[in-house]
């Protein structure tokens, strides 16, 4: 079985920064892809960063150029790096992994850690 351990998240005034980590535990597991998630109250849950198999990162618009997302293969672990942040990037952050276990691929995700943005 595999898990996904989120940390780093926290109360920061606006314009301050968070570092963000994500790391994947288990047996005989690769990682194909990661991704950055984030769920405001009452709101859906959206993608904020994909890292993809073939290295390119893809963020959503509200977030470029702030945020920079990276990945360390050897420790299977994510990371998201937040400056400049706002009040309304406050919401439960969540990374997910697509992940290929001898058996299966499938998506996993962690359990969420909350970004709150005080103005």
């Known amino acids: 079985q595999v898990q996904l351990v989120e940390s780093g998240g926290g109360l920061v005034q606006a314009g301050g920064s968070l570092r963000l980590s994500c790391a994947a535990s288990?047996?005989?597991?690769?990682?194909?892809?990661m991704a950055w998630y984030r769920q405001a109250p009452g709101k859906q849950r959206d993608l904020v960063a994909r890292?993809?198999?073939?290295?390119?990162?893809n963020y959503v618009e509200s977030v470029k150029g702030r945020f920079t997302a990276s990945r360390d293969n050897a420790k299977n672990t994510a990371y998201l790096q937040m400056n400049s942040l706002k009040p309304e990037d406050t919401a439960v952050y969540y990374c997910?992994?697509?992940?290929?276990?001898?058996?299966?691929?499938?998506?996993?995700w962690g359990q969420g850690t909350q970004v709150t943005v005080a103005s």
């Open positions: 997910a992994a697509n992940i290929q276990t001898p058996n299966s691929r499938k998506d996993y």
């Open positions: 288990g047996s005989a597991f690769s990682i194909v892809a």
């Open positions: 890292l993809n198999s073939d290295g390119s990162i």
